[in-house]
Structures are given as structure tokens and as C-alpha cells.
């Protein structure tokens, strides 16, 4: 084997491959459901504005280091001053934390896609009539949860064993934009749908009382849990600070300018995370006028979001609503898979 280093072939590549990474399940299911626990347009704003500025230098940064160094993130933080050493470490030991509970939740979409490809054989028997009560059966489950997980983990080892990552790469360009259709055809139908106004304002419109306290006063604790969340998010969401974005510079030309890659991919990221909310935000709010739950207790569903407020949405479409849900379902895998085995590359 040569040792020269690879590179991308061209900046869309580059965009598309570090997009690939970034778009996962933290656009679709962590997004809506932290948005939703955190008041809707309120975390928006205060996410966007870490997006631009903190989460842009940090980008910008990390694959200019990669590229600087041309080593992956264990090594490259040694090689600009050897001080910093111990950041590579860390660096390379967060993605090794990550990938357990990624994969978690990377079988609990493979369950659903299972699911729903059963129902697409046999239109007659809906398992996900009682969405909350499938949800909560499945993850408490003594194994299910832990096979599904490991199916998923095998499926993505297998696509990196069999070094198929470059048809990835190109079934992105596919894909992503599929998701992206989607998920705008989803929210669309969801704005449509009667009632839906007051849900699309809460998730939009920044309100002030998301920051208020139990006493109904401004709380500065409740500012900081929101720009904690948010920011957690961002780094999640952009892969930052988990050595990939060092990685993916190094493979980059010297010649192609960061600043726009970077600029692109936080574009595509921060879309498909806003599109995830306007699927799921204004469908729990209207649940929650119509069964006469306080908005802000059916907000904080939290993880179990997107598996328990779409698959309403998708069975009140009926004979369709199964189709729907095993695409978007095979979507979100796949969106899930071509940012895990990015999370795998960062361990290996
Ligand atoms: N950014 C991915 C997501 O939003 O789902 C998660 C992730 C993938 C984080 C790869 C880190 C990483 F290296």
C-alpha cells in the first residue's frame, strides 16, 4: 500500500461525504426533540446563532488542522504543538463513547423500517396503532433492543469490511436529496393539516416564556439549560470535537477553500434539522390541544419523539401511510448508517 494520502476528488466530495457525517440522526431525531423540550423557536435562535459563529471557527478549524497536519485527529494535535497531545486522546475517545448509544438508536430505526415493510406486506395489521405503547414495549424490552442494535452495528461493519464506502459516497448524491424531498413532503402535508397554525408558531416564533422559571419569572438557569442543550446539539450535529472533521481535512485539497465547504455543509445540516422539527413539533402540539395534555408536558416527550408522533402522522393517510413509513424509515436509516460509519472511522 502507498503511503501518500488520499484525497477527495473534488470539493463537492469533500461538502458531500462531511455532509453525509453530519445529517444523521441528530438532525432527525435528536433536533425535534430538543427544540420541543426547549421551547420551540427560542432554542432555534439561540442554536443558529452558535451554528454561525462558534460552530462555523470550530469547523473551519478542525479541517484546517487535519489538512495543516495531514494526520487524523490522535496525532495531528501532537504534530501542531506537542502540548496539545493530549486533546487527540480525548478527541479520539468521544467517538468511542458515542458509537455505543448511536448504534442504540441506529437498531430502534431498523426496528421501525422492519415494521413498517411488515405492514407494507400485510396492509391489515397496524402494530403501531397504539404508537406509545409499541415504543415503549420495544425499548424496554429484555433483547429486542439489543439485537436491532447489533444488526445495525453489523450492517455498517459490513459496508466498511467490504469497502463499498465509495458506492456510499455516490448513493449519497442520491439520497440526501431523496431525504430532503421527503422531509419537505412531510412537513408540508404537516402544515396543511387543520389547526396545524398554533404548533408551526410555537416552533418557530422565538418565545420568551421557554426562559421562564417555575415561579413564572425570567430564570437564568433555564437561559443556561437552553444554551446548553443548544450547544451540545451543535457539536453533535456537526460532528465537531469528535476527531472526524480533522480526518476528513486531511484528505483535503490544498487548493479548495474551507471556509465555503464549511459554510455549505452547515447549510444542509441546520435545513434538514429545522425541516425534522416542522414534521414532528406542530403534530405534537395539535395532539396535545386535542387530548387536553399541557403543551409543555407533551413537549417533553423527548427520545421518544419521532417514534411515537410520526408513526400517528403516517396512519392517519391510510393506505399510504405505511409506504410512507417504510421510506422514511429507510431514510433515516441510512442517513443514520453513513454517520455512524463516519462515528467508526474516527474510532479505527
Ligand atoms: N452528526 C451526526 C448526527 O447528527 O447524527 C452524529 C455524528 C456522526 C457525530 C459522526 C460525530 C461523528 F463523528
Known sequence: MSDKRAS????????????????????????????????????????????VTLGFTLMVTE????????????????????????????????PVVIVPYYCVIGGWVLKYFWTYAKMVLHPSANPLEDAGGFFGAFISAPFAPFGYGLLF????????????????????????PLLFVMAIGI?????????????????????????????????????AKTVLGAMGQMFYSL??????????????????????????IEIFDTLIAVIAGLM???????????????????????PGLMFITLPK??????ATGPWLGLTFFVLVLFAAATSAISLFEACV
Open 8 to 51: 477527495w476528488s473534488g470539493q463537492l466530495a469533500f461538502v458531500l461525504a462531511a455532509a453525509a457525517s453530519a445529517i444523521g440522526l441528530g438532525n432527525l431525531w435528536r433536533f425535534p426533540y430538543l427544540a420541543a423540550q426547549y421551547g420551540g423557536g427560542t432554542f432555534i435562535a439561540i442554536y443558529l446563532a452558535l451554528v
Open 63 to 94: 479541517i484546517a488542522i487535519g489538512r495543516l497536519t495531514q494526520q487524523s485527529q490522535l496525532t495531528a494535535y501532537s504534530k501542531l504543538h506537542k502540548g496539545f497531545g493530549p486533546l487527540g486522546l480525548l478527541a479520539t475517545v468521544i
Open 153 to 176: 452495528i453489523l450492517v455498517c461493519a459490513l459496508v466498511i469490511a467490504l469497502g463499498v464506502k465509495h458506492g456510499i459516497e455516490k448513493s449519497n448524491l442520491v439520497l440526501m
Open 187 to 223: 412537513s408540508v402535508y404537516v402544515m396543511c393539516l387543520p389547526g396545524s397554525g398554533a404548533g408551526i408558531r410555537y416552533y418557530l416564533v422565538p418565545n420568551l416564556d421557554a426562559l421562564r422559571g417555575a415561579d413564572g419569572g425570567f430564570s437564568l438557569a433555564q437561559l
Open 239 to 264: 460532528s465537531l470535537a469528535m476527531g472526524i472533521m480533522i480526518t476528513y481535512g486531511s484528505y483535503m485539497r490544498k487548493g479548495d477553500s474551507i471556509e465555503k465547504s464549511v459554510r455549505r
Open 280 to 302: 414532528i413539533i406542530p403534530v405534537v402540539y395539535m395532539f396535545a390541544v386535542k387530548t387536553g395534555t399541557p403543551v409543555k408536558e407533551a413537549m417533553n416527550a423527548g
Open 313 to 318: 402522522v403516517f396512519a392517519t393517510l391510510g
